[in-house]
Every structure is written in C-alpha cells, then in structure tokens.
C-alpha cells in the first residue's frame, strides 16, 4: 500500500506548521463542495503561492483526494484508536469521546465537518479511490459505536430507554451544539478562516456546556 508521504513528499518536507496551515486552508475551502471550491481562497489564507500549492500536489483533484485519506488517518490515529469501547458507562464514553474531539479539533477546526460533508457533496461524483476511502470512513465510525454500545451497562438505564435512541439523541444535541458555535464563530469573525476559528471558537466553554447536557441525559435517561 503507498503511503501519503511517498506520494506527496514535497508537502511532508515542510514543517509541521506550515503542513497543517495548508490542510486546514484546504479543508475548510471544501466545505463549499469540491466544485464550488477555490485554489485562489485556499492559497490566500494559507499565506503560499499558487505555484506552491499546484508543487505539492499537482492537481485540484489530488488535493482533495490527500485532503480526504489524511482526514481518515488522522480521525483514526488520534480519535477513534484512542476511544475506551469497553466501558460500563455510556455517558462516560461519550464524555471521553468528546474529549479526544475537542483535542483533534484544536489543531484541524474542519475535519469533522470536511468529512462529512465530503461524504454528502453530490454535485461532484467521487472517484473510486474516495468511494473506497469514505466507506472505510463510515465503517470505522460504526464499529466504535457498536462497541461500545455492545459493552455498555445497559441496566443503567431507565427500564424502557433504548440505549441505541439515547446516543442518537445525545449526538443531535452535541452536533446542534456544534453547529451553533460555529455560527457564532463565524458571526464574529465575519467567515471562518482555520486560524481565526481555532482562536476564538470557545472549546473549553463547549466542553462544560457538554458536561451540563450529560449531567441533564444522566438524570433523564439513567435509573
């Protein structure tokens, strides 16, 4: 299997800053869908040349195609590998969860949302390579839940709560929360740049907003 640093060994020459400047310039541009997307925006506000950017990775499409598997290993290395599938609770599980979120999301602002909506773009078809990708993507993500659903204590639970409706509903709430934050980040900002959300999106205040929800799910949803 050819790794991404033999495939774009100039991009992993730079330094580590200057990488992760470029992935997130680059992730949150294609928000917009890969059509919509523009070079020009991603180059501006990663502070490189066009030149440059068409250097590392010579096309548009292989661009997005990095963006995409790197998205994947990272969420993977420093998210779900990192996950305690086997504990009793299912709230401390969603709280450790949110933990490591937050963590990844410090560094890349846009990965979750790039991921996502990547996955949902339908005006650019996907090639078999992103197909292959995002499937694995989606595969990972439902094997963690299943896990931990699998190990979780179930007789915690109120006698009638579904523990599988419980998580659905605590992860609209999150994502809703999510959302919100974004919004306002970009109110304040007047649009998000990866820099400027990473400085003023407030996570610290997210994570006990968090914590207030759990504390409220614990008390509706457990015995």
Not at 44 to 65: P, Q, V
């Amino acid at each position: 299997m050819i790794e991404l640093h033999d495939l774009y060994p100039k991009f992993f020459a730079l330094e580590a800053d200057k990488r992760e400047r470029i992935i997130n310039a680059a992730m949150r541009e294609f928000l917009h869908g890969f059509n919509a997307a523009k070079t020009d925006n991603i180059v501006r506000e990663a502070g490189i040349s066009k030149g440059l950017l068409f250097h590392y990775f010579g096309t548009k499409e292989n661009l997005y195609d990095f963006l995409i598997e790197n998205a994947i290993a990272v969420v993977q290395d420093e998210y779900v590998d990192l996950i305690n599938t086997r504990q009793p609770d299912l709230l401390d599980s969603v709280w450790q969860m949110s933990l490591l979120k937050q963590d990844l999301s410090r560094r890349f602002p846009a990965i979750f949302d790039f991921l996502t909506s990547t996955y949902m773009d339908t005006r650019h078809p996907m090639n078999p390579k992103q197909t292959e990708h995002l499937t694995r993507f989606i595969q990972m993500r439902n094997a963690v839940l299943d896990e931990i659903l699998e190990h979780c204590d179930k007789s915690l639970f109120r006698e009638g709560i579904d523990p599988m409706k419980a998580i659905n509903i605590i992860n609209w709430t999150l994502t809703g929360a999510a959302e919100a934050m974004a919004k306002q980040a970009m109110a304040a900002d007047g649009g998000l740049s990866s820099a400027g959300e990473a400085a003023r999106v407030d996570y610290d205040g997210y994570l006990e907003e968090f914590k207030g929800y759990l504390d409220i799910f614990r008390r509706c949803f457990y015995r």
